[in-house]
């Protein structure tokens, strides 16, 4: 190591929150969740219009900490649906901040994690980074092909647990990540189910648009109904809120809470019961897709996020898929200490920071 120990300033927007976590190299030395309620969030048309009234909370959290931080070694922000990236830490530079307020660019709270964390990067004078985001591509080219010429499938992922929990599965195996091939699920208010052959995740589904539908988002629909519904009157961005922050658990019981859904079936609720059990067979089927992907030669199925701490729902996956590799769980993410790991890798010189070029 260069030195003692790197403080490095992790922020983590998420639809709902604004995680910050202060490292002493991996050692989170103060953290906090700042939420934000559906109040104050909808008076924002677009996510990055949150980018003031968010920067503000963090600024005056930062503000507050005893004793005053007055420097940094590294700001480090989560990264967003950028177009398809390499795996790895990436130096936050003007041209990815282009990109990110690019009109094209979909919405995504992650977004705004690069931009928040070149503010107060360059308020420390600090080198920012942004580690795995969220449109880390490492698919085959037989992957991107959707059956419709112009039309490619997108690899969007939460990417940054999905790798860290792929390496900690790895670890628990005693082999290494580029060694082995694993099917990991990201279960949280989205769902990615993802495959990895020696290091590379080669295929994904879930995220915005297929895959298993998940506490807010539809997953894949039939087609012919989704075209019925956009020339039904509906507004574009109603739609789009319909379908991801609006779909899945959300469209059958008006909750995105699986520790809700899960008291409602303990005490007896069959719709509930029903909606937990086809979120469940849809993960395992998707996950089952994924066999195939790997040749069937699959070291372990791993699954993570926070809907991966519903017990029930874990039982009712796990029948279903077992029979095609070690099945092993990482309930909840990790998030802050892998975005702290991607810094620190390259505060010690174990990486080089990738330099991101425009694309859009
Ligand atoms: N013990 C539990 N039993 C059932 N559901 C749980 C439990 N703990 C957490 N959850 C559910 O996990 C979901 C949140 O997961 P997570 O925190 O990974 O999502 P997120 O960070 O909001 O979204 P994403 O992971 O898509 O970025 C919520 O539906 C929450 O109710
Ligand atoms: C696109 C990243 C995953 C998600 O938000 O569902």
Redesign the pocket.
């Known amino acids: 190591m260069s030195k003692q120990s790197h403080s490095i300033l992790a922020i983590n927007p998420?639809?709902?929150?604004t995680k910050v976590s202060l490292f002493k190299d991996l050692l989170p030395v103060i953290e906090t969740t700042i939420n934000h309620s559906a109040e104050e969030l909808e008076v924002f048309e677009r996510v990055l219009d949150q980018y003031e009234f968010r920067i503000k909370s963090v600024i005056s959290w930062l503000d507050n900490i005893s004793p005053r931080v007055t420097s940094l070694d590294a700001v480090v922000g989560r990264g967003g649906l950028l177009p398809p990236l390499k795996s790895g830490t990436y130096a936050v530079n003007g041209a990815m901040l282009d990109d990110i307020r690019s009109p094209k660019t979909r919405e995504h709270?992650?977004n705004l994690g690069a931009l928040i964390a070149n503010e107060i990067g360059s308020r420390f004078n600090a080198p920012v980074f942004t580690v795995d985001p969220v449109s880390v591509d490492e698919f085959e080219p037989v992957a991107r092909l959707s059956g419709l010429a112009g039309m490619e499938r997108k690899s969007f992922s939460?990417a940054l647990?999905i790798k860290a929990v792929a390496r900690r599965a790895a670890e628990s195996l005693c082999k290494k990540y580029q060694d082995i091939n694993l099917i990991v699920g990201?279960?949280?208010?989205?769902?990615?189910i993802t495959a990895h052959r020696k290091g590379s995740m080669v295929d994904v589904s879930g995220g915005m648009d297929a895959g298993p539908f998940?506490?807010?988002?539809c997953g894949a629909l039939p087609v012919f109904d989704v075209i019925d519904m956009c020339y039904s009157g509906i507004a574009k961005e109603d739609l789009k809120r319909k379908l991801s922050g609006k779909g899945g658990?959300v469209s059958y019981l008006g909750?995105?809470?699986?520790?809700?859904?899960?008291e409602k079936i303990k005490a007896g609720d069959k719709e509930a019961l029903l909606v937990m059990q086809a979120m469940a067979y849809q993960i395992a089927k998707e996950i089952g897709s994924m066999a195939p992907v790997l040749n069937c030669d699959v070291d372990a199925i791993v699954l993570?996020?926070?809907?991966?701490?519903?017990?029930?729902?874990v039982e009712e996956i796990k029948p279903r898929v077992e029979c095609l590799a070690e099945f092993m769980v990482f309930?909840?993410?990790n998030?802050m200490l892998s975005l702290a790991e991607g810094s620190l890798r390259v505060l010690c010189g174990e990486e080089v920071a990738k330099e991101y070029v425009n694309i859009i």
């Not at 998940?214 to 988002?217: F, G, I, L, T, Y």
């Not at 993570?304 to 729902?313: D, F, K, V």
């Open positions: 998420g639809s709902t929150s709270a992650s939460h647990n990201h279960l949280g208010g989205g769902i990615s998940s506490p807010e988002r658990m909750t995105n809470s699986g520790l809700e859904i899960d993570t996020g926070g809907i991966a701490r519903w017990q029930s729902l309930p909840g993410e998030e």
